[in-house]
């Protein structure tokens, strides 16, 4: 299924909090009606045309966490999911049916709550490894040296190498599709 021309777009920089390192070079990325009706399969091969593998379903975990090894594209495949990004008092996001989410390395998130019958398609560029980190003692500087090792992907999960990521993660210089 194609993605949905007239998808909105937001962005948000999520900064270091002490617990959870944040990304101060790259903003997380919501994409809104990426695809109308979906189901997982959907989800799955829309990253993996686009170069985001490693694909799983499954759901977001109800703690806090980031990756220090990989970006992470999520979409959501079916139902609805409030998420908080950054840790405790960072922002929430509804996400529905059809919504998808670029989450750089370093960006902690957490399911706050979800309807019965949510799930969520996740990917990495390139099928990079990931790691879970939940901001505990000792993780950094370790995790920090790791976010900085993380290699840009070649493309946007959602709209591939002319998606509006590669002008906002600054992989193209011209201006950026959707609203920022």
């Given at each position: 299924?194609?993605?949905?021309?007239?998808?909105?777009?937001?962005?948000?920089?999520?900064?270091?909090?002490?617990?959870?390192?944040?990304?101060?070079?790259?903003p997380?990325?919501?994409?809104?009606?990426?695809?109308?009706?979906?189901?997982?399969?959907?989800?799955e091969?829309?990253?993996?045309?686009?170069?985001?593998?490693?694909?799983?379903?499954?759901?977001?975990?109800?703690?806090h966490?980031?990756?220090s090894?990989?970006?992470?594209?999520?979409?959501?495949?079916?139902?609805?999911?409030?998420v908080?990004?950054?840790?405790?008092?960072?922002?929430?996001?509804?996400?529905?049916?059809?919504?998808?989410?670029?989450?750089?390395?370093?960006?902690?998130?957490?399911?706050?709550?979800?309807?019965?019958?949510?799930?969520?398609?996740?990917?990495?560029?390139?099928?990079e490894?990931?790691?879970?980190?939940?901001?505990?003692?000792?993780?950094?500087?370790?995790?920090?040296?790791?976010?900085?090792?993380?290699?840009?992907?070649?493309?946007?999960?959602?709209?591939?190498?002319?998606?509006?990521?590669?002008?906002?993660w600054?992989?193209?210089?011209?201006?950026?599709g959707?609203?920022?």
């Amino acid at each position: 299924m194609p993605p949905i021309p007239d998808r909105d777009i937001a962005t948000l920089m999520i900064p270091d909090t002490g617990d959870f390192p944040g990304n101060a070079d790259l903003p997380l990325v919501l994409y809104t009606n990426v695809l109308a009706a979906t189901n997982h399969d959907d989800f799955e091969a829309l990253f993996l045309s686009n170069g985001w593998s490693g694909t799983w379903r499954n759901g977001i975990f109800p703690y806090h966490h980031y990756h220090s090894t990989a970006h992470e594209a999520i979409g959501i495949a079916r139902g609805t999911v409030r998420v908080q990004f950054g840790g405790e008092g960072g922002p929430e996001f509804a996400l529905n049916t059809g919504d998808a989410v670029v989450i750089p390395a370093g960006v902690a998130h957490r399911n706050l709550e979800s309807s019965d019958d949510y799930l969520v398609v996740g990917a990495y560029p390139g099928g990079e490894v990931w790691d879970v980190h939940t901001g505990i003692e000792g993780e950094r500087p370790r995790s920090d040296s790791n976010i900085s090792l993380v290699q840009l992907p070649t493309g946007d999960p959602v709209a591939g190498n002319d998606g509006p990521l590669m002008v906002l993660w600054g992989l193209r210089t011209e201006e950026a599709g959707g609203r920022r």
